[in-house]
């Protein structure tokens, strides 16, 4: 590719040559919906990705989570209807007060407590891995997404990036 642009007809042209299978990463890492996001976080740091998809203890893909949904949940102030739900789970359905003591220690472990179920995003966008690499490409933009996993039968086997997409352009 050396220094020249490439066009969309270009970028379609080169993708055409491949396939899913050619593009995706097989070794997906997935989380655990019980994880802590503390766990979570350290997870991400310790194999370098920035996302992944979340399962269940049955193995069924429930949501997928990113180092976004981390910073996210890390830098706000829990609602008043978040506490109460926390007071009500530690206390139980017969009642209890949590000083404002023991609200701010909950505040503060809240990383440790709260599960990446609670951060995920349930909704996960796949395809199938006999689908086209320019209509897979599309959908990553119009989404505006950074990961799409790949299916089989409905069984996760892969995930596409855009990075992935974009080494293998550059290896043209």
Known sequence: MGDKLMTQTAIREALSHYSL??????????VYEGWSVKRLAGFFVKHGISGAPVIASDDELVGVVTQSDVVRFESRTPTEDELKKLVHFYCGPFGGELSEEDIRHMQERANENCTVNSIMTPQVLSVEVDSGVSHVCKTIVDHEIH???????????GVLTARDVLRKLLEE
């Not at 299978?21 to 997935?30: A, E, G, I, P, R």
């Not at 990961?147 to 086997?157: A, D, P, Q």
């Open 21 to 30: 299978s050619d593009l995706m990463s097989k070794q997906v890492l997935t």
């Open 147 to 157: 990961r799409l996993f790949i299916t089989s039968g409905g069984k996760l086997i």
